[in-house]
């Protein structure tokens, strides 16, 4: 058996065997761009970046990774690691258990562990949870908390530990009180909707009813038909209009809460007094039962009891009888039977969530809907709030975290072999988690006012905070410091670039360099920028600490021996020049990174580097210089274009594809000149033949191998200058013969216009045209070979024609030396107030030039490769979030979206791409109302923020013309008016302006923030008319606006369109919340383990490729914990490993897992979340849970609705997969109205022509067989026969199908016309030859469903394996050597041989 992997998470260099990327009939040509979460690669690959071939692939791909990584260790290679990680997975054994009042049990631990787990087990046990101050012994002997179990002597097999109970401190006591509240309230979704401590919301328990895994076969088959009802909410239908909201959020009926007490709080006579307190009064609680007893409770050092103190009177004696308990619970149980019986049947049910359901995420989750809760007393609550959890940070002595030391010193911990660098990246990945929750709850106390600034006299917008060891400031221009570069507009932008610039030096990882922790909080329309605080900065001032960089743009300069070794190391990985500019005293100073990078030596002697904003070279086409002029095809659409500041710069993604670029432009010319010496060696020029091979990899990067379409004839050594196929006219026939011209390079020149080198990152050509592999130059081996042979030595034992053949391929592609390939940027080229020393001029010419060659690529070649992905469906955005990821994977910023946007709407086939511009539209009208949202919010004082955001919705999106906001009521604002308030929120100005804005004044404004920001003539003066003419969806609009701003609405249905009353009140608005941007560590050597899994699973070797991805599993899970979306990926991938060998019930537990993954870690109707339920239906499917199936398949369709609408080509297999269900189970009528639909999308996306639509007409012709109406089967069955005999020829096996059931109905329909004749002529006497009406079997259904799924089984044996690669390796070459049938024909075929994902 072969397997497809469709899910490979977007940043791995995909290994295929073969170029199967986009294949045949499978409809599930989407992963590319949506499971890439977050770039899940350290190294910034791009998803599709490189293909490669052979069984060699994954090496190289594991090695070229590592080597872009910068990080040497990772090369010790794929043998290494499988012989650590053996040390790691030592076998687990089984201890016994014994606790107070509970029988013994086994539990299995691993040596690993330390005895502190085991607490953690106990502490959510069904019958030990209610315990927290305990101690574990071994025969007498405490074991320490902190030991390691296999540090412990005598434990062993078998071992006894007791559960020894311990006297109480005060810490104690309220971490007990703290875990029964939590006990109490694990049911309870308020904190998932209110965003705390990391709970989110899940919903798959609703549509499971807990019938998965091993319960799943309950009913059998054959019963189960009757009782399904299989008709879905009307809503669901395919064409209905209404898109309701409150299916989004289904009552789950476990939440129903049981009560167990009315009130838990403390007492208001705490603390105990001294007397009191010496015989051993800890603290007081005041209980009220679920009978309305109210009690008052002392926590004693010993435990818990009744005394009898009153609300009003204080008598700490104990009551009679005292019930003393060590545990709060077996007190209430014993006084209150209510108490006992509910908290038992609460722990049940806490027990039987999955675990999935309760675990923490590593990062907070927002819901932008929540319904009304009840507001519940709750004293940890109201305590933490109080406290602010200042100094009962989770347990740690001493007062606050000195964050800046736990940041650095997990960064410092040793990284030498495969247990180092896990434990290390695990404390790095925790650490960084906790300050990304500290710092979003600072930056919240921040703008809500509660916190103290450190410069109290200055106006608000100037202030700065500190809060918990975190450093505060808010994104203002404040002091003129950005003046130059576009004020308030660049201040908000320089955070953002700091970020990535942290980011990257991060991933690069180099020793002895430190940033500092940095999170950016925008809340309430403010930007906050949150950082860690370097040792001994407070006390000096900025001038004397910094001893690199400049701290005024440029003007003075200093230099560092240290700095520059340091910074040097990152150079390469980040493409940075080292490069010397002027000071002051016009004294040249050499630096390695832009000159705002400050470096500062803290007081715990560690190197420091901050502002990083400039880490990335600028962008040219938003950085109009004067004298300077773009390339043609820039100037053609308008650049360079006036933006709101001049930070703009390039992605890192962008330069990592731009350098790859180069690089095999690099090769080829290498290749061509050592030809033509050869040639001329011989006395004639040869014209090149395109002879080619797909082998074009680097020894140092994944090379993508369908390179270009380019052919290099070399005549006399004439000087032509290069062309560059950049219209999509007129290259559609560049697909095969037609040649770019590229002369023989004494000919160079550097004017911006770079040969088409198409690569998987930016391809010139034209969106239609077919893929084809690189073309290999005759004499490419011998340039790789001299490359090498040139970074092995110092090029002195090379003749002088090599080195000279080297030196012009490098002065041609802009490399910065002349005897190797390699290109960096010089980040502050174009920096006002920087100026280069006169000797460097040359050079800093090259640079400028190099920018504006990467400004042009960005336009001629990522963009319309987007374009094109989108075209062929390999890269499929659902909404908003999903277009800037794939976006941002090819190194495209957001604020070219218009301009995509404009590509997108002169393409030729614009039905094709219409879902991709109705997203982009969508996209920029939600960023254009948030630009505006923010200011409108910074005008509002926080009495008045629900009514100015639900008037700020009215004026967006309801078609009510004269939408009126609601003011405070009056006595309020006339008593506030009469005391002048100093300390105002930051921004302060007129509290009621915002309550003049009107919708048609909105929709003007959002207009003209199109056409300045992202340069698009948005033709829409009202939000009607936006949906009118864009098709869009107000509820997606909603949803996008929502995420985008952070507000958390009221989940109702809402009436957009009434003409009488707007649709949002201010009850509606129910919080709002910060949008966090923070850096995600990585788990490298998981990742590594991952990406070799899916090289060998793509080879066809699913054994070893299971075992890899179970190993990256466990990495993943010691680095990441068990919550993340990495996992989720790699449970995805196992699941369908699981399921196409055979092991259905394992591909169901895991998928499981990886559905609830998804809705914690991402949020339930995020388009991942909408994929997971997809295969989850199929799993359940194939185990025989037929209405579990449909019930997740109708729950994806509701969230794709809401998330993208109808018209989306994913629309189309999520259809097709109903509809075969609903066939399965005899509902042939519903079945049809699916699959017509599916068979209309895939019309309109993939051409009427498609092999998809052939597919999608005999699925329709298989439903009218079943219901007997054989004239409709037909036709639809010839529809897709015409296709299949155009496509892929008379010959072939589908197209022979296709004929054979064609004859079978045409059989069928004669026998039942015969049948007909017979009773028409005969009346009811007449014998009626019994005809076969034949419901469809599963295993008919289930078939059809692995083919649109894209998954195919082939029982294969060794030799069939064998045959299958000679068979691939003939495809191959048969395919490189030009003959290009139609593209689908050949993909139809390998779909037969080989299933492979698209």
């Known amino acids: 058996m072969v397997s497809k992997t469709d899910d490979i998470p977007a940043s791995v260099p995909t290994c295929n065997t073969v170029d199967l990327a986009r294949e045949g009939e499978t409809a599930n040509s989407k992963e590319t761009s949506k499971t890439a979460l977050k770039d899940p690669c350290s190294c910034g690959h791009r998803g599709d970046t490189a293909v490669m071939n052979g069984d060699s692939g994954h090496d190289q791909a594991e090695e070229a990774d590592s080597k872009q990584d910068g990080n040497a260790d990772a090369d010790s290679g794929e043998d290494g690691n499988e012989q650590e990680v053996i040390v790691i997975q030592d076998t687990g054994f089984n201890v016994k258990i014994q606790a107070p009042g509970t029988e013994p049990f086994d539990l299995q631990v691993s040596p690993q562990e330390m005895v502190q787990e085991i607490h953690q087990v106990l502490m959510d046990r069904e019958d030990t949870c209610h315990r927290t101050c305990f101690s574990l012994q071994l025969d007498g002997n405490v074991l320490d908390n902190f030991a390691e179990l296999k540090s412990i002597e005598g434990l062993q097999e078998g071992s006894l530990l007791k559960v020894v109970e311990e006297p109480y401190t005060v810490r104690e006591a309220r971490i007990h009180v703290r875990h029964i509240r939590d006990l109490l309230k694990s049911l309870d979704p308020s904190d998932a909707y209110n965003g705390v401590d990391c709970n989110s919301l899940s919903f798959l328990s609703v549509f499971t009813d807990g019938d998965l895994g091993d319960t799943g076969k309950r009913k059998k088959k054959g019963s189960e038909l009757e009782q399904i009802d299989c008709t879905p909410p009307e809503h669901i239908l395919p064409g209905s209009k209404e898109r309701p909201l409150v299916p989004l959020q289904p009552q789950n009926k476990d939440w129903k809460p049981m009560q167990c007490l009315k009130v838990l709080t403390m007492s208001g006579w705490n603390p105990p007094p001294g007397n009191r307190k010496m015989h051993g009064d800890l603290m007081y609680l005041y209980i009220v039962m679920v009978e309305d007893r109210h009690v008052s409770i002392t926590a004693s050092t010993r435990g818990f009891y009744l005394n009898q103190s009153t609300t009003y009177t204080f008598n700490p004696k104990p009551a009679n009888p005292s019930f003393l308990s060590h545990s709060l619970v077996e007190l209430l149980s014993q006084i209150s039977p209510a108490f006992k019986k509910n908290f038992s049947a609460l722990q049940k049910k806490r027990v039987q969530r999955h675990p999935f359901e309760r675990i923490a995420t590593p990062f907070q989750v927002y819901s932008w809907t929540a319904p009304q809760i009840d507001h519940a007393m709750d004293c940890v609550r109201a305590e933490d709030a109080y406290t602010s959890r200042l100094g009962y940070e989770e347990h740690i002595p001493g007062q606050t975290r000195d964050w800046n030391e736990e940041l650095q010193t997990t960064r410092e911990l040793s990284r030498k072999n495969l247990p180092e660098r896990l434990l290390r990246e695990r404390a790095i990945f925790k650490v960084h988690s906790d300050f990304a929750a500290a710092a979003t709850r600072g930056a919240m106390a921040v703008i809500d ?49 700091d970020l990535n610039g942290v980011r990257a030096y991060s991933a690069v990882d180099i020793e002895g360099l430190f940033t500092l922790g940095t999170m950016v909080v ?338 001629s070649c990522q963009i319309p490769s987007f374009v094109k992905d989108c075209l062929d469906h390999s890269s499929l955005p659902m909404d908003g979030a999903t277009l800037t990821e794939a976006l941002h994977q090819r190194g495209i910023n957001m604020r070219y979206l218009g301009t995509v946007l404009d590509f997108v709407d002169n393409m030729s086939p614009k039905a094709q791409l219409e879902h991709i511009f109705r997203i982009g539209i969508g996209e920029l009208l939600t960023r254009c109302a948030k630009h505006i949202f923010k200011t409108y919010l910074q005008g509002v004082e926080l009495s008045a923020l629900s009514a100015a955001v639900s008037h700020f919705l009215n004026c967006l999106l309801s078609s009510f013309p004269d939408a009126v906001a609601h003011l405070p009521a009056d006595e309020l604002v006339s008593r506030r008016k009469n005391r002048k308030r100093r300390n105002r929120v930051p921004g302060g100005g007129d509290n009621t302006a915002w309550a003049s804005l009107t919708p048609s004044e909105l929709w003007k404004n959002i207009a003209s923030e199109a056409q300045s920001y992202y340069h698009f003539n948005l033709q829409c003066e009202s939000v009607d008319q936006a949906v009118e003419k864009y098709g869009l969806q107000k509820i997606t609009l909603l949803r996008e606006i929502s995420i985008k701003t952070g507000i958390q609405i009221l989940i109702k249905e809402y009436n957009f369109d009434s003409r009488h009353k707007p649709a949002f009140t201010e009850e509606d608005i129910l919080n709002i919340f910060p949008v966090v941007k923070h850096v995600n560590p990585k788990a490298s050597d998981a990742f590594h383990f991952f990406q070799s899994g899916q090289a060998k699973v793509q080879q066809g070797f699913l054994k070893e490729g299971c075992e890899l991805i179970n190993e990256a599993l466990n990495l993943f899970n010691n680095v990441y914990g068990a919550m993340h979306v990495e996992i989720c990926a790699c449970l995805r991938l196992l699941a369908r490993l699981n399921y196409i060998m055979g092991d259905h019930s394992e591909a169901l537990s895991n998928q499981q897992k990886a559905v609830l993954m998804s809705e914690r870690a991402l949020g339930i109707e995020h388009p991942n979340t909408i994929q997971e339920y997809m295969h989850l239906a199929l799993y359940c499917f194939a185990n025989g849970q037929l209405s579990t199936a449909l019930k997740l398949l109708y729950r994806a369709r509701y969230l ?190 390998l779909n037969d041989t080989l299933p492979v994902d698209d």
């Open 449 to 497: 006012g509660n916190v103290m600034a450190i410069n109290p006299g200055e106006e608000t917008r100037m202030q700065m905070f500190i809060w918990n060891n975190i450093f505060f400031s808010l994104g203002f221009d404040v002091r003129d410091h950005y003046k130059e570069l576009g004020g308030d507009a660049a201040a908000h932008a320089a955070p953002t670039n």
């Open 522 to 859: 925008d809340y309430r329309g403010y930007r906050v920028t949150a950082q860690s605080i370097i040792p001994g900065i407070l006390e000096r001032e900025q001038e004397q600490s910094v001893i690199y960089g400049s701290i005024d743009f440029g003007k003075t300069v200093v230099s560092h021996p240290k700095y520059l070794e340091l910074l040097e190391k990152t150079s390469r990985p980040l493409k940075v020049q080292r490069h010397a500019v002027l000071n002051e005293k016009d004294a040249a100073v050499e630096l390695c990174s832009s000159v705002e990078c400050k470096g500062i030596i803290g007081n715990d002697g560690r190197h420091y580097i901050l502002d990083l904003l400039r880490t990335f070279p600028p962008d040219l086409n938003f950085l109009p210089v004067e004298g300077e002029e773009l390339s043609p095809e820039s100037q053609k659409l308008g650049f360079p274009r006036q933006h709101r500041h001049r930070l703009a710069c390039l992605r890192q993604e962008l330069i990592e594809a731009f350098v790859e670029h180069r690089y095999l432009l690099f090769m080829k010319m290498a290749a061509l000149q050592l030809m033509q010496q050869k040639a001329n060696k011989d006395n004639k020029t040869a014209a090149l033949q395109d002879s080619s091979t797909a082998d074009m990899q680097s020894d140092s990067k994944p090379q993508p191998a369908e390179a270009s379409d380019m052919v290099i004839e070399t005549t006399t050594p004439s000087p032509t200058s290069f062309e560059s196929t950049l219209a999509p006219e007129e290259s559609k026939a560049a697909s095969t013969n037609e040649k770019v011209v590229l002369a023989s390079l004494n000919a160079v020149n550097t004017n911006g216009t770079q040969p088409s080198a198409e690569n998987h990152n930016g391809g010139c050509d034209s969106p239609l045209e077919v893929k084809e592999a690189d073309e290999n130059i005759p004499g490419l081996a011998q340039a790789k070979e001299l490359a090498q042979s040139f970074a092995a030595e110092d090029g002195s034992g090379i003749d002088p024609k090599s080195r000279e053949v080297v030196l012009n391929a490098c002065k041609a592609v802009g490399s910065i030396s002349n005897t190797s390939f390699d290109i960096r940027f010089n980040p502050d080229i174009f920096s006002p107030g920087v100026r280069f020393p006169e000797d460097s001029a040359e050079e800093v010419l090259q640079q400028k030039q190099l920018l504006k060659d990467a400004a042009s690529f960005l336009i």
């Open 1200 to 1389: 794709m609705l809401v998330a993208c609408g109808e018209d989306h080509p994913e629309m189309a297999l999520l259809d097709s997969n109903i509809g075969l269900v609903l066939h399965g189970v005899m509902e042939y009528d519903l079945s049809l109205r699916f699959l017509e639909n599916a068979l209309a999308i895939n019309s309109k996306y993939h051409g009427p022509r498609s092999l998809k639509v052939a597919l999608s007409h005999h699925l329709v012709a298989r439903v009218y067989e079943s219901k007997a109406e054989f004239r409709s089967a037909l036709q639809h069955e010839k529809e897709g026969y015409t296709i299949y005999k155009n496509q892929v020829g008379e010959t072939h096996e589908k197209t022979k199908e296709s004929s054979e059931y064609l004859k079978y109905l045409t059989q069928q329909a004669v026998a039942l016309q015969r049948t007909m004749n017979e009773i028409y002529k005969n009346g009811s006497n007449a014998s009626i030859m019994p005809l076969k009406f034949t419901a469809p079997s599963m295993a008919s259904v289930l078939e059809q469903l692995n083919i649109i799924n894209g998954i195919i089984f082939i029982p294969l044996s060794q030799k069939d394996l064998e045959n299958l690669k000679a068979e691939v390796q003939r495809r191959q070459q048969l395919q490189d050597s030009g003959k290009t049938e139609e593209q689908q024909g050949r993909q139809l075929e």
